[in-house]
């Protein structure tokens, strides 16, 4: 490849490299017991957003979930949730609010992760959408290469909260199997223990208490 080639591809990679995503909120946040977080966002009119989340650890890994458009409708609502994803275009300007509750909840404090993106992702390209002509081979690479790195983008965030949530699994299972063996200890100790005295409460020679005969 020649000079001219790789100065004409610098500026096609440092497109792809700067290609912004939508705007949007990407979020781990604590959620303790009885307890119900809400954030808010504002998105105009026929705009899409979308919205995907997921309980990481606590409790059955669930939460309740709903969003409410400017007017103060529901848009969607779902209960004990342990993950799912909700896509719907504004029909109204203002702000959006959704909400994740763990009200119903007593002692489960919950980690909820998720994802909030408003607006098409823009081109990668200057005047994609409206061109007639034929991507080149670099434009079509390129094009390639952004849609494979989204993938992987995906692909990472999944498996980070897979990740995050085996973990948290593994690490109460660990304690539990702690404080089930210092139990089990403990009753070993104090078993063995009551068999000596038992034992030796055999094998002890009880003498008769004498008394004297006073004349």
Request: charged share 25%; net charge negative.
């Amino acid at each position: 490849m020649g000079r001219g080639a790789r100065s004409s591809a610098f500026p096609v990679l440092l497109l792809l490299l700067c290609a912004d995503r939508s705007l949007g909120a990407e979020l781990t946040f604590e959620l303790p017991d009885n307890a119900k977080q809400c954030f808010h966002e504002e998105v105009e009119q026929g705009v899409k957003f979308s919205l995907d989340y997921q309980v990481i650890t606590g409790g059955h890994y669930d939460v309740d979930c709903y969003v409410e458009d400017p007017l103060g409708n529901t848009i969607y609502r779902e209960t004990k949730k342990q993950y799912d994803s909700f896509t719907h275009r504004a029909e109204v300007k203002g702000v959006y609010q959704f909400c994740f509750s763990n009200e119903f909840s007593t002692f489960s404090h919950k980690t909820v992760y998720f994802d909030f993106q408003v607006g098409d992702e823009p081109p990668i390209l200057p005047d994609m959408g409206n061109r007639v002509t034929a991507l080149t081979q670099m434009e079509s690479a390129c094009v390639t290469i952004h849609e494979a790195l989204k993938t992987v983008i995906d692909s990472q965030t999944h498996y980070r909260l897979r990740e995050a949530q085996d973990r948290a699994r593994a690490e109460d299972l660990n304690s539990r199997v702690f404080y089930w063996s210092v139990s089990e200890t403990i009753a070993l100790f104090v078993v063995s223990f009551s068999q000596v005295l038992l034992l030796k409460s055999f094998f002890t020679e009880k003498r008769p208490m004498s008394r004297g005969v006073h004349s």
